[in-house]
């Protein structure tokens, strides 16, 4: 990432929660770079039945992004991998 607001928010919320397990989400992705991890926001929604009506049952889904909500900053794949990708 371009910038260290993941660490130092979750650090912040580790300290206000009492909890050193507390955690931003995120998902982890496995591209030509290596592994990686993308912080995530969550999405509820309620799936669609084949008779076009919804299911009562909220359901989730992860969604990245690719701007830091914090700092506004663009979040980079990795910066030593990018220097040397020459697409
Ligand atoms: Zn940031």
């Known amino acids: 990432m371009a910038c260290n ?31 990686q991890f993308k ?9 669609k039945k084949k008779d076009g009506s919804f299911c009562k049952a909220q ?8 701007y830091c909500p914090f700092c506004g900053r663009k979040i980079e794949e990795d910066k030593e991998f990018k220097k040397e990708d020459k697409q």
Do not use: H, W
């Not at 607001?5 to 496995?30: S, Y």
């Not at 912080?39 to 799936?47: L, S, W």
């Open 5 to 35: 607001c993941r660490e130092q928010i979750t650090k912040m919320i580790r300290e206000q929660l009492g909890d050193p397990l507390a955690n931003i989400r995120g998902v982890i992705c496995f591209g030509k770079d290596g592994v």
């Open 39 to 47: 912080p995530t926001v969550a999405i509820t929604y309620r799936k």
């Open 59 to 66: 359901s989730e889904m992860e969604l990245s992004y690719e």
